[in-house]
């Protein structure tokens, strides 16, 4: 099973629409959960937009992150994605990191639960920033994708999270494979980056496209055939 976070500490970096593509391509080969780390919750309300909000709020990753609920007694079956599954966030989960900044075993608790699933992949959306619930990613995480668009503050985001990763594997012994995906970008930004060599490139991309945003924003799956479903179907082969 592979476990795959998608991070970034730069806003609008795409990586919740990357989040959800990516899960929806995996899904051709079996069951994925699609993991929200993020109080924003875009990745919730997409695969969830009907579902009552009572109902996301008693079972969401806030209860499985504290403990008051079983992981498994939080995820939710995706509305019109047979093999998608969905660990929720609710805003609430914007006060995790003070409840839990004394219990750093829950970052651990939390990933050993996370393994122990039966999926073919993982997806974790992460919040942009260095914090409890992008910990409790990383520890998880066999591979960690982070979309990077074409920004002056692109390599120095990038170094942050590389910085964490490496942390993470000099705590557990276990070093997380770390990838650059060129996202929000044009063909010539692409190049750019790629030449940049401050980081391991995916061999896909994902051009900046209204299609693509306009599918996140509706809650729709990208057309089949389109540039945008052939880049994340590219991507989705890589990584499996």
């Known amino acids: 099973m592979k476990v795959i976070s998608v991070a970034s500490l730069k806003g609008g970096s795409g ?34 937009r009907r579902t009552d ?23 939710h079956a995706a509305e019109e994605h047979e093999k998608i599954a ?18 750093p075993g829950a970052i651990l608790r939390f990933a050993k639960s996370l393994r122990k699933l039966d999926f073919v992949a993982i997806v974790i959306d992460t919040p942009p920033s260095l914090s409890f619930e992008l910990s409790c990613a990383l520890y998880s995480s ?17 170094a942050l999270l590389r910085d964490e990763t490496q942390a993470v594997a000099r705590a557990t012994g276990r070093s997380a494979v770390l990838r650059a995906l060129p996202a929000q970008v044009n063909a010539a930004q692409e190049e750019k ?22 599918a996140c924003d509706s809650g729709r799956p990208l057309k089949a055939g389109s540039r945008g479903h052939r880049q994340f179907a590219a991507l989705a082969e890589e990584l499996l």
């Open 15 to 48: 990586k919740t629409s990357v989040s959800i593509f990516l899960a929806q391509l995996f899904a051709r080969k079996g069951p994925v959960l699609a993991v929200d780390l993020d109080h924003n919750n875009n990745l919730t309300d997409y695969f969830l």
């Open 53 to 75: 909000t009572g109902k996301i709020e008693g079972a969401s990753i806030y209860q499985a992150l504290t403990g008051t609920r079983k992981l498994s007694d939080c995820i």
């Open 86 to 103: 969905v660990l929720p966030a609710t805003p609430h989960l914007a006060r995790i990191g003070l409840e839990l900044a004394r219990d």
């Open 193 to 214: 980056l790629r030449g940049a060599e401050f980081a391991d490139f995916t061999e896909a991309a994902i051009h900046r496209s209204a299609a693509i945003k306009a």
């Open 142 to 158: 066999n591979i960690v994708l982070s979309p990077v668009s074409f920004s002056r503050w692109t390599v120095q985001g990038f």
